[in-house]
């Protein structure tokens, strides 16, 4: 993620209230700078990859490139939308952290009313350009999407570890959004993409949350589960990675891919199992900066093997 500028005229020790009612001015470029930290293009990169490969896969072949284009712009325009909620939302906890001190509404770039306006504009332009370009399910289930994110997920970060099983489900959803952008069902087989991605998230994101677990505690987040209990976080970890071994295989099942792609998802989830249980046998920053490692490789991995793996069984028959 790239790093926001500091308002040199406000420094980092800036009330947040104070920082809500500030005439920011600073150069285009640097707000330019500071509306593309709000919209973390890390995640939407990877949003757009795990859509694009359910739209693929829901196309069987016959799939054609502006509705997915379609699908892409508006998407995007809502992870951005829930990106600038989120940060609106938790812009008092951002100020207590070092890793999000210098995001654009701590650090004192944005306004949080200015962010709020283009939050609420991303949803609307999001929802009604899917609307009119994909389809009503693809726009409805893209709001529903982001406000679990925004407005369940992140408040609840407050206040119960379960956040991360909220936040998983709409991280899980851009295979789904893409699947039904392509015209697909809302079937097993696109439950299965679902499936993967949500078993997945949870070594990756407890990963962070014990590198962060001061500061997330220091700033009132419940983001570690068995908070001052040794292992508990490694022991989930490895739980998960154990589980998403035969979940990883579940396209098979479905037809979605073959044995390249099965290989491929087998030798990855096993190198992820392994990250896990190196983590549960010493929790320490160096494990989890492994695991979360190993869990950057293997979600690109697996994606782009079950579209290779699909489109070779596609030109097969």
């Given at each position: 993620m ?24 600073l ?21 757009l990859l795990?859509?694009?490969?359910g739209?693929?896969?829901a ?12 699908a892409?712009?508006?998407?995007v ?29 701590p ?30 399910l693809t ?12 407005a ?9 570890t379960?956040?991360t099983?909220?936040g998983?489900i ?43 677990k001061d ?30 071994l035969?979940?990883?295989l ?18 990855l989830g096993?190198a ?14 160096m494990t ?5 490692f ?10 782009l ?13």
């Amino acid at each position: 993620m790239s790093t926001s500028l500091v308002n040199p005229v406000h420094p980092k020790t800036q009330t947040t209230a104070g920082a809500d009612q500030l005439e920011v001015k600073l150069p285009l470029t640097a707000r330019l700078a500071c509306y593309t930290e709000l919209a973390k293009p890390r995640i939407a990169l990877m949003v757009l990859l795990s859509m694009g490969v359910g739209y693929l896969l829901a196309s069987e072949g016959q799939w054609f490139l502006m509705p997915l284009i379609h699908a892409s712009v508006g998407v995007v325009l809502a992870v951005v939308s829930a990106s600038a909620f989120n940060q609106v939302i938790e812009r008092k906890t951002d100020a207590k952290m070092l890793r999000t001190e210098n995001r654009p509404i701590p650090a004192g770039n944005l306004s949080t009313r200015e962010v709020i306006v283009f939050a609420i504009i991303c949803t609307v332009v999001s929802f009604v350009y899917l609307l009119m370009t994909v389809n009503t399910l693809t726009a409805a289930l893209t709001a529903l999407t982001t406000f679990l994110y925004a407005a369940v997920y992140t408040p609840l970060k407050r206040y119960t570890t379960f956040c991360t099983a909220i936040g998983a489900i709409p991280g899980a959803a851009p295979p789904v959004l893409g699947w039904v952008a392509a015209g697909g069902q809302l079937n097993l087989a696109c439950f299965s993409l679902f499936a993967i991605l949500f078993v997945w998230q949870f070594p990756h994101f407890l990963a962070i949350a014990w590198i962060y677990k001061d500061q997330y505690a220091g700033a009132g987040l419940k983001m570690v589960p068995g908070a001052g209990r040794s292992k508990i976080v490694g022991a989930i970890s490895l739980g998960y990675a154990l589980v998403l071994l035969p979940i990883s295989l579940l396209p098979n099942h479905f037809g979605l891919a073959g044995d390249v792609y099965g290989l491929v998802a087998m030798v990855l989830g096993i190198a992820y199992l392994f990250a896990a249980i190196g983590f549960y046998r010493v929790e320490n920053r160096m494990t989890a900066r492994r695991l979360l490692f190993v869990s950057l490789v293997y979600l690109p991995g697996v994606l782009l093997a079950l579209t290779f793996d699909h489109l070779r069984l596609l030109n097969s028959l």
